[in-house]
Structures are given as structure tokens and as C-alpha cells.
């Protein structure tokens, strides 16, 4: 099979880096083809082409922070955090068979259900926002400043 993959850690690379490999190391042994974009602090490197994605037969998100996941809009997607992809790598993978395999649009992780880092006690739906609204960003409002 083929999948896509992003890894995403807010305090810099080197997690997000270490996930990434992970998962590619662990693909490649399992038999399935994997291209991962890493995003850190310093922006995101190996970004996943249109073609990449339009290939992958499932889709696979492991981050602390908020990564937009509308390109992968139709296909099977796997959440997790980084944590998951360094340290249950197996579990992300076979997470993602499974749903390319079946009908399910969107999977997951169990830690990415009970865990809530933020310690506010939100929903989901609010850890998924965690970055903020766009159109509040120091750049959204200097060019609305300077326009």
C-alpha cells in the first residue's frame, strides 16, 4: 500500500524528525511505500506533492499542533501525535491498512481521544484548532493594517 504522512511537533524538528523516520522505516519493513512531510518551527520540509496524495491509499497525521488535513478531504486519515508515530509506530500503520482497506473516512488513535495536553478541557473539536483562527495572526492583521 501506499500512504502519505505528515508529522507536525511545536517546539522544533527534531521530534517531528524522529516520527517521520519511524514511520518510514517501519513502513518500508512492513512492505508499503510511505512519503512524510515533517513540519517544525523552521517550516515543513519534503512536502507532499498532489501526486503523492492522489496515489496514497490512506492518510496519516501525526501531530501535536494543528495541521490543515483538507488536502487529504475523501480519503482514509489517521490521527495520532507525534508520540504515537515514535513510539507505536505498528499501531498507526495497521490503523491505516485497516481504514484504506474499509469505508471509514476518518480514524483515531486511542491517545488521541483521551489525551488532552492543553489541560483546558475542551472537546476535539478544540484541540484540532489549537494554532489559532488565521484571520487573528500577527500577518492577517499588519495587512489589514497596511490595505
Do not use: Y
Amino acid at each position: 500500500m501506499k500512504f502519505v504522512a505528515v508529522t507536525s511537533c511545536p517546539t522544533g524538528i527534531a521530534h517531528s524528525q524522529m516520527a517521520a523516520e519511524n514511520l518510514e522505516q517501519t513502513a518500508t519493513e512492513m512492505g508499503h511505500d510511505i512519503s512524510v512531510e515533517v513540519q517544525g518551527a523552521m517550516g515543513a520540509e519534503n512536502e507532499l506533492s498532489a501526486e503523492d496524495i492522489e496515489a496514497a491509499d490512506a492518510a496519516i497525521v501525526a501531530a501535536d499542533t494543528a495541521v490543515d488535513t483538507a488536502r487529504f478531504e475523501g480519503m482514509p486519515l489517521v490521527k495520532g501525535t507525534v508520540k504515537d508515530a515514535v513510539n507505536d509506530v505498528e499501531s498507526l500503520l495497521n490503523q491505516a491498512i485497516e481504514a484504506a482497506d474499509g469505508d471509514a473516512e476518518t480514524v483515531a488513535t486511542d491517545t488521541t481521544e483521551s489525551t488532552d495536553d492543553s489541560g483546558d478541557g475542551g472537546s476535539g473539536e478544540e484541540r484540532e484548532r489549537r494554532g489559532g483562527d488565521r484571520s487573528k495572526s500577527l500577518g492577517a492583521r499588519l495587512k489589514r493594517l497596511f490595505s
